[in-house]
Structure formats: structure tokens, C-alpha cells
């Protein structure tokens, strides 16, 4: 139930956001459906009240008058045993019935003659999931004149539901109101004779409420206030700033369907600058936007090409905010030295999507009449030139012609002592504070020094005011939120005494993507016609004359600051982690765009889905910087004096990395070569043999394996393998098998000369019995045989033919010496040491003709012999 004017509003900025407003609008719908079935038979009734000031009433549902008989729809009601109801939902919102109060056609109040009346409307929103009952509307005025901000705030503060408007009002008049579906709007207007207000003619400022009434109890109040045009007055200067933001994410780009939706017709980011372009107030551009436009190039989709080429020709005031509208207060708390900003943008980018426009190139023609010739000379055909890729650079990426680039705009009420000298370091020499964080001052202006620093302050109430109009579903609710505003402005003006210092107030419209709606426009449009406001620049308020400000210390809540450092932290573990790659870019851009993205004011008001996506965050993060690691091996057992320990590396990151394995001993069995380098593809797996030697012992190694990059960097954890060493192994190893070959051979070569040796032995026994059948057959046949008395040895004779030269013999003993020589020095041919006859009839001589049928020798006897 609306219970105050503040508490309406808050209810309104709730459903104001992106995803409460659609839900609104759903339940708006079907409250409509609902209400029209239950209602459209009943027939149209009026209600007149002869004695008192209201001349009529009409309910109006969702802009479509519908009647009802109040009694018939109240006995309906108490068959459903439906009733009023009150509530207030679990986020602060209210719930139930909400009324909202402004003249018919104007957000301010006009007291004509006495026989001019006003006409006043009240609406009722029902925010419940209930219908509810039938009732009576109220009306009233404040009693007494409003003079200032404190009987201003005091008149706003509705009395709670149950108690009602008391003896500081007077009533104008009571209507009976309709049933009312669950999110149903209706509206009931009053006629009331301008005499009712005679007595506040001179009041700068107007009181009205309203209550709902279910029998004797009331179950629900609304408040509004209303600038009195019969009261003149300067115009109080105002300047306004606006952010054109997105809804908060965690993505650090806004994608290409997402920019074709909110830069279409209705979309977003339209209605945004539809509101805000060439009206005086100031834009903070989220600079997250443009990037993500340019860094699609030529597949950008048109209407957010269009849109960029909109927003560069406003000619407002405009500001960067922190890239994604980072948190800056958030920054300084954590001990940050300077705000984060994006570091590349090379990741995203597609040199295809920036190749430029092909260029020709054209020859010179000749003048046919000029050079005489018969023929006309044709010119060169144009030479087509494909242009060379152009892509961006971060820089031109976020480049922007802003008008100002020296302000901070952090969050409101996040700001602590020491974080304007953090945002002045930074060149954002100008802050722009939210009221609530400095202590209140009468009279002040929006240019103040805070904390030594430059700072303007926005104003409280109109600010808030300014706020509540921008989630307005209605137009009354518009013109109600626009009547504080002039309220405001008007008691400013008569308590300043006509603002003689012109200094300027500032107001600033929500941070929250989508609050800055397309009824924004309208409300700017009614303040810069008003005579209540004299709308200004943001270089004006920031000229101003300062006036001296307390900082009161609202720093960010101490889970949101341990986290956000937890998330700066894991940021510089990737960055450390990304030397492993090619370009560290790849991966370091998107995780820096990401974190800023999660950095953003909008997840203020959302701290429960901040802390779940920032979490998920962290989670991807560590996975990837754990990505890389050694593979745990079993024990390895070492055997030779130098070899090479096989060590397995895992990459279950997108990325190609390249690592260098370093292995350390626990002793001095093994002495470990230099590290060994190896790449590893994405979602793989690679084995390196790191070089070893054995040093002194033998023994059990505990090998510590750890992985770097080139440039130094640790890279996951290290992982240790056990090495058994037992390098003696491969000496005894060695002398055995030489052992074993040296036998092996040793025998096999006394075998060979022992065979050849037999060989020669047998061919020399066989040639000299072949010798002796051939002296035996060549002997004459009837020599003489000499007489045993002769003196001659019968070794002398000698047949016929035959001399009796002793060279024969004595070269036959040289052959025989040589021939036995031969044998022992490794079994010559005994053809190479015994000359035998050369004859042809000779069965042993090859020459032979009969020797060629002759059977080859068996070798297996010959084996058999050996």
C-alpha cells in the first residue's frame, strides 16, 4: 500500500527496471482481460453529490472507459470474500494499492476565479495479485500554506494506512471507486470549484492527497504537491545529467543481436536518445556501447550504425562513464593505483570486416583531336586495387568527441574519504556526488569542494522526483512526478530570494539501464517550458562558485569489496598465466572487458545475481589458469648414465601454450639438463623427454616437475615423480654382453682356423698321393734297374725323360716347406703352394672336358669332415 510519496516512488523505480517492467506490463494485461470479461455487462453509473464539491466522476481502465455499478460490483466482491488489500513484497517494493494525484491536464496548479473550477484526477494501481473490492476515494488538501522544503517533506510523509489524512487537511470531495483486477489502473476525476483553494492563493506550493476507503478503514493514501502559478517567481536554474547505459551483464560487448534489438525503432537504446537528444541536459556515454559497434565494422547490424551516427551529432553536453559503467568508488576502495580500462580489443576483431572500399586506378586517354590521329585511342581499362585491411586499434575503437572527459560519476553513496583524490589522479577532476553522500546543508548549491576535491551535488528531492518520472507507466504519473519537480523549484526560488548567486541545482537520472524511458522527453520538455525552472549546462554548475561540503563516509559493503578484490586478483593470475600463448591478448582482452562488465553501478540494486555471476566468473578463471599442468607419472626407473625422463603435459585450455619443463632432483643421484620447451594444441596432450645423467649412487629421486613460461612465469602446480636410479646397471650390463661376444666370436674364429687347418692337411695328403700315382705311371717301361753293387742310391735313377738335375727336387722340398707354412698361418689354397703338371688328361684339372658333368662335392660332407 502506498503509505508515503517515498515509498511510491521507490515501488516505481523497482518496477521501472528492464525486467520489472515487463513483467508490469504482462500482469497489467492480464488484469485487463480479466477485469474486461468480469465488467464489460455491467451498466455505467454516476454518482453526483448535490452538497459537496465533486461534480462527477468517470473510472477509466487501461484508457478505455468502463463503468460499473458500485454496489452490484461490492456484493460480488464479498460473495469472493475479496477484500483491500496491503502489502509490501519481499524487495522493499509496495504492494497493493498505489495512488497517484495531479491535475488533468498540467503538472502544475493554477487557482483561477472563483467561478473557474479545477479538475483534479486521482489513479489506482492495484501492484497486488488480488482483485480488490470497491471503495470510496477521498480527497484533500493540505490545510496551511507550504512555504518550504520542511513542510513540503512533512505534507509528502502520507499518513499509514488506518489512520487516514487528519485534522491538517481539508476534504474537496469523495467518489466511489470500481473493482479493481489484479494489475488494473483506474482513475477518478474530481470537478472542485477554485474556491475550495481561495485561502491558499498565496501559497507558493500546493498539498493534495487522496485515500482509499473500504468501509470505515482506510486502506490506502497518496500524496502529491503542485508549483501555484498564481504565485510568480524566477526560475530556478537546474542543470541534469543522464547516463545512456544497457542493462548490467557479464559480458564485457554488447552482442550483435542484442544492438539490432536496442537500436531498433522501440528499442532501448533509442528511446534512450530519443529522450535526451537536444534537450538540455548533459549525457554520460557508457563507452562499452560505441566499442561494441565498431568492433563489428561492416557486419555491425545498420540501425546500430545509424544510432552511432545519431549519437555523434547530439548536441548535448556529453562525458565518457567508466567503459561498461565500471563502479569507480568500487576501484578506489579496493587499492587499486588508477581505473580499469580495457586493454584490446584484437580478440573480436575481423580483418574482413574492415577491408576498404576497392579503389581504381585510372590511365590517362589521348585526345583524339589533339594527337591527329586517324583512330580514336582507347583508354586503359581501370585497374581494380583491393584495398588493405584497416583494423582499428583500441584507441580509435573508443575514441569519441566527447565535450567533457574530466567527470567521475561513481555510484550513489559509495564514495569514502580518499576516493576524489583517487579519481583526480586519474585526470576526473570533477565528481559527481549523490546528495545522500554529503552531509545536508541549507541553501547550498550543486558546485561544492569535497574532500579536496571538486565535486557537484545533485539535489535530494528533486533528483528523486526526477527519477520516479522516468519509470512512470502513465501519463498522470508523469505530471505527478513533474509537480514535486516544480515544487521544489518554486520553494527554492522564494527561499533563495529570487536565486540572485545563479548558481545552479543538479538533478541526475537513474544509473539502471532503461530508466532513462521515452517519457523522459515529455518531463524535460514540461521543465523547459515551466516558469518554476531555468534549465542550464553541467559546465555552468560545474563553474559555479563551490561551497564547502562534508563527505559523509557510505563506502562500498565489505562482501562486495572482498569479492571485487578476489576478482582483481584472479585477473592478474590470468595475466601472468597468458605469457604461455602467442598473443597473451587473446585471452588477457575479454577477461579485463568481462571484469569490468561485472564492475558496473547497475548490479547496485542486484547484489544477490552480482555475487552469483562474479562467482561463476572467478570459477571460469581459475579453471583456466589451472589448465595447463604436468601429468602425474609412476616411478621411473633410471639404468644408464645419461637418458631422458618422459614427462606429459596437459592443455585443456582453448588456447595453443608453449611451456618450458623444469625438473628438479631432491639429491644428487640425477643432474637434470637445462629445461626443455614444448607447444601443446588446445584441448591436448604432449610428452617431452627432459635429459638426464646419473650422478653419485644409486637410490630412490623425488623428482619436482614444474612448468613456466619463456618469459619466467610459474604455470600450475608443481607435481612430483619418482625416479629409481640404478645407473651401475648399464656398466655390469655392458661387460656382460661384451663378455658373451667376445666368447661367442672367440669360438667361432678357433673353430674356423681348426676346420681350414684339417682342409689343407687333407688336400696336401691327397696331392701327394695323386704325386706318387703320377711319377708311378710315368716311369719307362724296362729301365735298367741299377745293380745293388752300383754306388748310386736308387733314389738317383731317374726314368727316361726325366733329368738328372736336383732343381726339381729341391724346388719340390721349397714347395713343400711353403706349403706347410701356409697351413699354419691360416690354411692357404693348397693350389697357391704346391705346383702340380697342367694336364688336360688330369681329372682334377678343371680344363678338363669330362669335369664338366662331374658332380659338384657335397658341402654337407664336407661340413660332416670338419
Known sequence: MADSNAARRRARRRVGSTAATGTRRALLITGACLAAATLALLPLSAATDASGPVRGIQDVLFGTENAGDPEAASGAEAASSTSMLHAVDPEG??????????????????????????????????????????????????????????????????????????AGSVALGEAPSRTLAAGGVTQVSFTVPSSAFADLADSPVIGLGAELVDGETVASTGTASF??????????????????TVPATSSGLIDSDDLETWTSPEGLLTRQLDALDGRQVAIGVDPRIIASIRVLGTSAPQSAVDWLDRLSAVPNETFPLAYADADLALQAQIGLSAPLQPTSFADVLD????VAEPTTEQGTGVDDAQAGAPEPTPSPTPTPTEGAPAVPSTEELLDWPYTRTDIAWPGDTTVTSGNLAFFNSAGLTTTVLDASNVAPLAGARASALVDGGTAIVSDPEITDALRAATTAETDL??????????????????????????????ATFGRQGGQVSDRVGDLIDELATSQFVTLTGLAQAIGAPPTARTLVDSGETEPRRSLASDMVEVETDVDAFASVLDEPTDLTAPVRRDLLALLDVGWLDRSVEWSSASSDWLTAQREVVDSVSVVPSSTVLVVASETGIPITVQNASVFPVTVEVVVEPSNGRLVVDEPVQVAVEPESRNTVSVPVAAGVGNGEVRLAV??????????????????????????LGAAFLAGILILVFGIGLWRNIRRRRRSRAAEAAAAAAADTVVETDTAVPGADTPDADSDIPATEASPEGVTDDPAPAAASSADGDRSDASAEHG????????????????????????????????????????
Open 351 to 354: 580483418p574482413d570486416d574492415f
Open 827 to 866: 690354411g692357404l689354397s693348397d693350389a697357391s703352394a704346391t705346383e702340380r703338371p697342367e694336364n688336360p688328361e688330369n681329372p682334377e684339372n678343371p680344363d678338363n672336358p669330362e669335369n664338366d658333368d662331374a658332380p659338384e662335392p657335397d658341402e654337407s660332407s664336407e661340413r660332416r669332415d670338419d
Open 706 to 731: 614444474s612448468l613456466r613460461s619463456a618469459t619466467g612465469v610459474s604455470v600450475g602446480s608443481t607435481v612430483m615423480i619418482t625416479a629409481d636410479v640404478r645407473a651401475d646397471w648399464e656398466g
Open 477 to 506: 504519473e508523469v505530471r505527478d512526478a513533474a509537480g514535486e519537480v516544480l515544487a521544489r523549484a518554486a520553494l527554492d526560488s522564494a527561499s533563495t530570494g529570487s536565486n540572485s548567486s545563479g548558481a545552479p541545482l543538479l
Open 93 to 166: 517494493g509496495v504492494e497493493g494499492v498505489v495512488l497517484s494525484i495531479a491535475p488533468t491536464l498540467s503538472s502544475t496548479f493554477s487557482i483561477g476565479d472563483a467561478n473557474t473550477p479545477v479538475t483534479i484526477t486521482v489513479e489506482l494501481e492495484n501492484r497486488s495479485a488480488a482483485m480488490v473490492s470497491a471503495g470510496t476515494v477521498r480527497l484533500v488538501r493540505a490545510s496551511t500554506s507550504i512555504d518550504n522544503d520542511a513542510e513540503l517533506d512533512a505534507w509528502l510523509a502520507a499518513p499509514s494506512a488506518g489512520t487516514g489524512f487528519g
Open 227 to 244: 508549483a501555484n502559478t498564481a504565485v510568480p517567481t524566477a526560475g530556478t536554474p537546474l542543470a541534469m545529467a543522464a547516463p545512456i
